[in-house]
């Protein structure tokens, strides 16, 4: 209830129609140049690994014309798992990526899909420096 009253926007993936009037909420944000923060990995995994990228932040991002900032988070699945109710105290690193920034000239699925791919390079990029610095 806290993210829902502080304006976050939950999109349901089960639901396309609900899910693209979510997206809607989220372009108007992006009109009014607020960030936007997805998860486009979509649900969680059972052993906290990162999951190749669903197309829609993507999509949104390209049709919005907007710059994508890829990061990393560890230490979230050891808090709360998928699937339990139950948060452990524990600590949490973020890593930032370079900015993906696109001349967004040609087609919105074109630059979408390029954005997508070097998100999730970049992610797991991310992942892999981190584990070895840990």
Known sequence: WGLKNMGHVFVDRDQATKALKQ?????VK???????FVFPEGTRTE????????RGAFHLAAKMKKP?????IDGTF???QK?????VPGKVSLSIGDVIQDEF?????????????RANDTVLKLEQK???NK
């Open 23 to 27: 997206l809607e909420k989220m372009e």
């Open 30 to 36: 992006l009109e009014n140049n607020l960030n936007v």
């Open 47 to 54: 052993d906290g690994s990162v999951t190749p990228f669903k």
């Open 68 to 72: 994508v900032v890829p990061c990393y």
């Open 78 to 80: 050891r808090i709360l």
């Open 83 to 87: 699937g339990k109710a139950r948060v």
């Open 105 to 117: 000239s040609e087609h919105i699925k074109l630059i979408s899909k390029r954005m997508q791919e």
């Open 130 to 132: 981190y584990k070895l």
